[in-house]
């Protein structure tokens, strides 16, 4: 499967947009794009579909796409690169890619990824071809976990999660180096983490299913993207302790075990 050539999707998309009323432009991402992803999405209709990848960086349909920004970065064949390179590095699964437009309403960052078991997913704007590279290997470590640790997504544990994100971030650490990890991962000092880590997390670190998680890993109650910074570090200590080949075959409570956070 591999990269999917989404960039004929939208040009249909576009071109269908100058034939139909605006008020008709949400049916029409449904039926263009939405309805070819039934696939991956269990018992899912196009309009869910929708709603959720939207909520991960999906363009909105009213929005007005750039095409020739997104075929001057030539994203796909970039990708495509990376996944063969990728591929070979990790073991890792030919799965479907696909690459769409972000949403003009995330003013955070210029992109964002959505990895499932079988499908991965890019919402991109103009970025740098290495800041894209590391984008992919991101989601793309996370399918490669995801599929050796073989669960559905309901059964994949609090520290499985944490150990999900925490493997992406070095995952892209050692393939570009620190400049394209995540800027909050520098916010909370090793004692703090460890503090948190045992009043909130240690409790919980069974929790099942990703929807669980969410607390845990953006924050709310909790200081923001906490997890995702526990979840480096205890991936981060392990790799100073032991190799980091084959990492993400690696068990979560050996990690665990083989990190600070044991202690």
Not at 4 to 13: C, N, R
Not at 47 to 56: A, S, T
Not at 225 to 252: D, F, P, W
Request: aromatic share 12%; charged share 25%.
């Amino acid at each position: 499967m591999s990269v999917i050539s989404t960039d004929d999707w939208l040009h249909e998309f576009k071109t269908s947009q100058k034939l139909t009323h605006s008020r008709a432009f949400e049916d029409l991402q449904c039926s263009i794009l939405c309805s070819r992803l039934l696939d991956h999405f269990k018992d899912g209709t196009p309009q869910q579909i929708q709603f959720e990848l939207q909520q991960q960086g999906l363009f909105r349909a009213h929005e007005n796409i750039d095409m020739k920004k997104l075929q001057d970065q030539n994203a796909w064949q970039i990708v495509r690169e990376e996944l063969f390179y990728l591929k070979k590095k990790w073991g890792g699964p030919d799965i479907p890619i696909y690459i769409f437009p972000l949403t003009q309403e995330q003013s955070v960052t210029n992109k964002n990824g959505v990895a499932y078991p079988d499908a991965l997913f890019l919402f991109i704007g103009e970025l740098e071809k290495q800041e894209l590279q590391a984008l992919f290997a991101h989601e793309y470590n996370h399918v490669c976990r995801l599929r050796y640790l073989n669960k559905s997504l309901e059964e994949v544990t609090l520290l499985d999660s944490l150990i999900i994100e925490g493997l992406a971030e070095c995952a892209v650490e050692e393939l570009y180096g620190a400049k394209w990890l995540a800027p909050w991962l520098k916010d909370y000092s090793t004692d703090k983490m460890l503090a948190i880590w045992k009043t909130y997390f240690l409790p919980n670190m069974n929790v099942k299913g990703l929807d669980h998680h969410i607390e845990f890993l953006y924050g709310g109650k909790l200081p923001s993207h906490i997890g995702y910074c526990i979840g480096y570090e205890m991936v981060r200590t392990y790799i100073q302790k032991h190799a980091s080949n084959k990492l993400h075959e690696k068990h979560s409570e050996a990690i665990l075990m083989g990190s600070i956070f044991s202690l």
